[in-house]
């Protein structure tokens, strides 16, 4: 019995512990073995260097500028989209609530949250390279919608190249990014919030309180967890940000290297300079900073867990 | 084998490999014996040498034709590949071809399997050289012309061919299309404000606000890929102080950018972006866009290569008159007149080594380089190769015509390529992007020239990059 029950557990894992051996695991090995290489990716000979790749790495300048534009994209883009989805989704569930209303329900979203929801999600169902062509022609200087608005509301003067400018350029694509995501996560805080129980806000009602106490005193602690997954996953994405850059920048990585990001670089020298040692060694830096992210974003962010 | 010493453990190369493959079979990673040092010698087609035959092609062996699908297409090889079938009946040609060329070929050449001929468009040729991945060419160029009787195929190509592809002082990439770069502009839109090209760069000066005036922007470029005015500022200060600014440039000599006439030639271009001459938001355009705006008139000189005609299509006006020109002469001194024109050609097709018809790859490029193929492709592509002597007859376009008499017009002032770029991308990379932050005034010539000198210094000082001269 004993027996057939492991057997019956060990059918099921297999095929996905395999796959994930084959996919995961085992270009995770090889990554962390060839950026102790020289490797140039032309020929399967490649020599072992060591740690000269990280040596190289930390004295590279370029990295540090890299590193430094995604941490700006880190904090611009983790605060914003989950204030914004915050907002949103709040306003979808309980903007709407208030007394005398005759009778009904007095906890609801605003008017035509279903319709929101839909259209917030919108982004998240296009593929990255359509939403950064799309948004290309936006900021398109010429003929672009975003200038174009400008003009039409009288605005000539913030009119700007906006992706040829070192500027605005990383703002520029950072924005991409918020617009991309803020649907999902709304979408994720929509559920956790109709799952906290309306007696709790009907109760908070009754003793009077603000829509923003509600808000911060019952719907925050209450969702905790989502906004904990939510602020790990954008800090893990804006890390890895990479197709936006590459599609929307100019160079790509410029103007002048102001949107130079690490995965950016690392497809260069693998790609474009044949250091797939070094590229490797970039990889595992990116693998142990994400790891340390997550770590340490878990930490700050853990609070008491609230049962309802 | 090689033993290395990890913290105290000696382990041998393939151990450390078979740890790092943990045991599943990769692609490629894998295949053993290619990790263990020393590639297998695959077996390589070999036939008997005649007057037919002079590269000894084993006529029934299969070989395969690797294509860059860009912008000439996915169909002109065919020519050649139809002139191969013809001579080895029983041989079968397969034409292989993408866009993404770094992503199918490298997994090919670490495989052991690349194609017999391919075109290299993207790939670090330095890097498969230094990995002894290239079959040298000589040979092949050694052998007698397809369809010129009584000459051998270098004796009937133009002598640039001959300086790009060199590496190690061998010739490994065979230079195909003959690319000359100068400032394009639309006749008939100068005729009708009777403005002419100016040969210097004060009647340069003189005409902008002229052509500003008129309502069009006197200046366009390719903002995304600011190397398009790298060009022309290198051109312009070889015509100021001669051949030797390149040549100091590729050896990566000591400071090398700090040439003034190379910070006179960006200066130039300083000034046409200072003084509101490109068309506004330029610098956030890619080149299709800029290009577009360009053959739309709303621009009228934009610097590129002969490749523009082909790749604008039918976006140009039927009497758009598209026409080259040089670029403007600096300064009355200059070494190299007016007419000295930049002809670039790449080393942009290659034979690796460890392709299983290596003879066959150098057979099709020989076929490649004949006449009949020449014409095909020209008529096709709008382009000019570097085969001589067939285009004479070809009346194909005013763009096609008049680079045609440039080239005559320059003669023995033809100017050549630099060749940093592609023995050192990394570089190339970063000289575009200070161009791109001179472009938007970012920075100033001199800024620019350092920065440019800072970046070569790196490289020189690099030891993991392999150095090349001229």
């Known amino acids: 019995m004993r027996y057939g029950r492991r057997s019956f557990i060990l059918s ?5 512990i395999a796959l994930y051996i084959v996919f995961v695991i085992s270009p995770y090995v090889q990554a962390f073995y060839m950026a102790l290489t020289d490797w140039q990716g032309y020929s399967p000979s490649m020599n072992f260097v060591g740690a000269a790749n990280f040596t190289r790495l930390s004295h590279d300048s370029m990295f540090w500028l890299a590193l430094r534009h995604n941490l700006y994209l880190v904090i611009a883009i983790t605060a914003t989209v989950v204030a914004l989805a915050l907002f949103f989704a709040s306003m979808m569930n309980f903007g709407g609530s208030g007394a005398g209303h005759g009778g009904r329900s007095a906890i609801r979203g605003v008017r035509g949250s279903r319709f929101y929801q839909i259209v917030y999600f919108f982004p998240s169902v296009l593929s990255v390279t359509v939403v950064a062509v799309m948004w290309q022609f936006i900021y398109d200087p010429k003929n672009g919608l975003l200038n174009g608005f400008l003009s039409a509301i009288g605005l000539d003067s913030l009119q700007e190249v906006w ?6 350029a990383l703002w520029a694509i950072a924005v991409v990014a918020i617009w991309g995501s803020v649907g999902f996560y709304v979408v994720l805080f929509t559920a956790s919030m109709g799952s906290i129980p309306h007696e709790l806000y009907e109760a908070a009602l009754l003793d009077g309180a603000t829509r923003l106490q509600t808000f911060w005193r019952l719907t925050v602690p209450l969702i905790w967890d989502s906004i904990q997954v939510a602020i790990i996953y954008l800090i893990i994405g804006a890390l890895d940000t990479f197709a936006l850059v590459q599609v929307m920048s100019i160079g790509p990585g410029g103007p002048d290297n102001s949107t130079q990001v690490i995965a950016l670089y690392l497809f260069n020298n693998a790609f474009s300079y044949s250091k797939f040692g070094y590229a490797s060694a970039i990889g595992v830096t990116m693998f142990v900073m994400t790891l340390l992210c997550t770590v340490v974003a878990l930490r700050f962010s853990r609070r008491d867990r609230v049962e309802y | 084998m090689d033993v290395y010493d990890i913290g105290g453990v000696r382990v041998d190369r393939r151990a450390l490999l078979r740890l790092a493959a943990l045991g599943i079979v990769v692609p490629g990673a894998a295949s053993a014996c290619a990790f263990s040092g020393g590639s297998t010698t695959t077996k390589k087609a070999t036939g008997t040498k005649t007057a037919k035959n002079p590269l000894g092609v084993k006529p029934d062996a299969p070989a395969e034709f690797f294509n860059f699908e860009g912008g000439y297409g996915k169909d002109w090889p065919k020519t050649t590949i139809g002139l191969y079938e013809k001579e080895f009946p029983m041989a079968k040609v397969k034409l292989s071809g993408g866009q993404q060329i770094q992503q199918l070929l490298q997994p090919r050449f ?17 890097a498969l050289f230094t990995q002894k991945q290239l079959t040298p060419l000589q040979p092949m160029l050694d052998a007698p012309a397809f369809d010129t009787p009584g000459k051998t195929v270098q004796e009937t190509l133009a002598p640039v061919a001959a300086k790009a592809g060199v590496y190690g002082g061998k010739i490994y990439g065979q230079a195909y299309v003959y690319v000359i770069f100068g400032i394009w502009f639309s006749q008939p839109l100068m005729d009708k404000h009777g403005w002419t090209y100016p040969k210097t760069w004060d009647e340069m000066l003189a005409l902008c606000p002229k052509i500003k005036k008129a309502g069009i922007a006197p200046w366009a470029y390719q903002g995304k890929y600011p190397g398009y005015v790298v060009t022309p500022i290198v051109d312009m200060a070889q015509k100021a102080a001669g051949a030797a600014v390149g040549v100091a440039v590729d050896n990566l000599q000591p400071n090398a950018w700090r040439n003034p006439a190379l910070i006179a030639a960006a200066d130039k271009f300083h000034e046409i972006a200072a003084k509101g001459y490109f068309l506004p938001g330029t610098s956030g355009l890619s080149h299709t866009q800029a290009q577009a705006y360009w053959a739309q008139g709303k621009a009228a000189f934009i610097p590129c290569g002969s490749w523009l005609e082909n790749e604008l299509g039918t976006i140009a006006p039927k009497d758009f008159g598209m026409t080259v020109k040089p ?33 066959g790859g150098l057979e099709l490029l020989r076929l490649m380089l004949s006449k009949q193929a020449a014409k095909k492709f020209s008529v096709g592509s709008k382009e000019l190769t570097v085969v001589t002597g067939y285009a004479d007859d070809l009346t194909i376009s005013t763009a096609f015509q008049s680079r045609r008499k440039a080239i ?23 000289i575009e992007t200070a161009t791109g932050a001179l472009l938007t005034l970012e920075i100033g010539a001199d800024e620019w020239s350092r920065r440019c000198q800072k970046v070569a210094d790196a490289t020189a000082k690099d030891s993991t990059i392999t150095k090349f001269h001229r």
């Open chain 1, 12 to 16: 099921f894992i297999t095929a996905p």
């Open chain 2, 327 to 359: 670029t403007p002469s600096m300064a009355a001194g200059d070494k190299i007149p007016f007419e000295g024109i930049q002809v670039s050609v790449g080393g942009d097709y290659i034979v690796p080594s460890h392709g299983k018809n290596p003879q």
């Open chain 2, 408 to 430: 005559a017009a320059a003669g023995a002032n033809t100017l050549s390529g630099w060749q940093y770029s592609t023995w050192y991308p990394k570089m190339s990379a970063d």
């Open chain 1, 163 to 168: 992706l040829g400018d070192h500027n605005t």
């Open chain 2, 110 to 126: 670490v495989e052991g399997d690349p194609p017999d001929v391919c075109s290299s468009g993207g790939l670090d040729i330095g």
